[in-house]
T-cell receptor
């Protein structure tokens, strides 16, 4: 049972480049989300999904796109990378959309935009 | 709207001493409350959660937290700190909404344990 798998673990991008952060879970969790973690700011919600085909914006969605074509996968796309997107990104999933069982987190992707 | 405030970005204790990490929340509806722990270069792990079944919640590694509605607090405690407890701790509040639920995290408290 792998839990939540994020790839890559590290990435360096040049300003203006695009890329996709991958997230996959094998626990049949309905709810998946993306957070970014910045020093002194905790975790901020970027986008979330309550099931396949359904996504919604969180606190800081600008510059990011998501899709949820399957229950297992929830990729995060950076459209045109900016230095302000330098951060650690975490994918998290939870069992049900209507009750909160707490999250299972991936190990994170550390992104640097130069 | 809900929010979470963690008092103290850094807390330092001696090994064997009491650990107390403070969390206050704001929510217009009954919340679910959580504590997560993050070890260096890792993702967050669920430590414990409050879901209205009992006000005193026990978690892993002898941590516990007490929900106090009158004080809107959910402080995390451990009777005796161990060196391995050194990590960053996050309090989170979650409420249901039409799309499912929304979870807001505090800014985190880094715990240092001195030998």
């Amino acid at each position: 049972n792998a839990g939540v798998t994020q790839t890559p673990k590290f990435q360096v991008l040049k300003t203006g480049q695009s890329m996709t952060l991958q997230c996959a879970q094998d626990m049949n969790h309905e709810y998946m989300s993306w957070y970014r973690q910045d020093p002194g700011m905790g975790l901020r919600l970027i986008h979330y999904s309550v099931g396949a085909g359904i996504t919604d914006q969180g606190e800081v969605p600008n510059g990011y796109n998501v899709s949820r074509s399957t229950t297992e996968d929830f990729p995060l796309r950076l459209l045109s990378a900016a230095p302000s997107q330098t951060s650690v990104y975490f994918c998290a999933s939870s069992y049900r959309r209507t009750q909160n069982y707490g999250y299972t987190f991936g190990s994170g992707t550390r992104l640097t935009v130069v | 709207a809900q929010s979470v405030t963690q008092l103290g970005s850094h807390v330092s204790v001696s090994e064997g001493a009491l650990v107390l990490l403070r969390c206050n929340y704001s929510s217009s509806v009954p919340p679910y409350l959580f504590w997560y722990v993050q070890y260096p270069n890792q993702g967050l792990q669920l430590l414990l959660k409050y879901t209205s079944a009992a006000t005193l919640v026990k978690g892993i590694n002898d941590f516990e937290a007490e929900f106090k509605k009158s004080e809107t607090s959910f402080h995390l405690t451990k009777p005796s700190a161990h060196m391995s407890d050194a990590a960053e701790y996050f309090c989170a509040v979650s409420v249901s909404n039409t799309g499912g639920f929304k979870t807001i995290f505090g800014a985190g408290t880094r715990l240092f344990v001195k030998a």
